[in-house]
């Protein structure tokens, strides 16, 4: 007579499929809603022109950008919109580090009104912050404590500035769709684990029954 299998669940392989299984959807689905996510935000791009005049002073050096492997910074200045004593907060490019963070480079401000085109964000990203800035080289900028700290009446957005006004930064924004692919293949990763759960679970379940011995 030979020997067979038998379906005898294991509790402790059952229980750990299922926390698996569940990690896994769970993070799979944070990474797909990730994906929708930017996927939205690139489909609510708004194109924006305005016209006004720079105020260099509150120039805002954003620290740790980086360009074809090159460490720079992307320079934020406050634009006062023509007719009126509101500002909006330009992106207005990125400018190669010096070797010595010392000093900073110098960045060319168009001086009396200009126009700038670009697209309008809701806010500059924001990265993880020990405390708060208020140097010239900051990590990011919140608008509204940018606001309260310069005194300046903020619109509750920033243009990341694609037209030229001849000031020598570059202006090679990162396509705004992405991460999308990224997102979608890490979520693919984890449903992927969490279905390899339930499979090693079913494997580890069988278990096999010996031939009675003659």
């Not at 392989?13 to 996510?37: K, M, S, V």
Request: charged share 25%; with cysteine; net charge positive.
């Amino acid at each position: 007579m030979t020997a067979g299998y038998s379906f005898r669940p294991r509790l402790w392989a059952l229980a750990l499929a299922a926390a698996a299984c569940a990690a896994g959807i769970a993070l799979g689905n944070w990474q797909a809603g990730r994906a929708d996510e930017k996927r939205a935000a690139a489909a609510r791009l708004e194109r924006v022109a305005v016209e006004g005049e720079f105020v260099p002073k509150h120039t805002v050096y954003l620290d740790n950008k980086t360009r074809r492997g090159k460490a720079g910074y992307e320079i934020v200045t406050p634009l006062r919109l023509r007719g009126s004593s509101m500002h909006v907060l330009v992106n207005r490019g990125w400018i190669e580090a010096p070797k010595t963070r010392d000093v900073l480079p110098d960045v060319a401000t168009p001086e009396g009104e200009v126009r700038v085109e670009g697209i309008a964000r809701s806010r500059l990203p924001q990265p993880l912050q020990l405390k708060e800035e208020k140097s010239r080289v900051r990590q990011s900028v919140d608008i509204a404590a940018y606001a309260a700290e310069t005194g300046l009446q903020l619109q509750p957005r920033v243009i990341e500035q694609h037209s030229d006004t001849r000031d020598g930064l570059a202006r090679d924004w990162p396509p705004h769709d992405a991460g999308i692919e990224k997102h979608e293949g890490y979520a693919l990763q984890w449903y992927s684990l969490a279905a390899l759960a339930v499979v090693l679970a079913i494997v580890l379940s069988f278990r096999k029954i010996e031939a009675p011995s003659k």
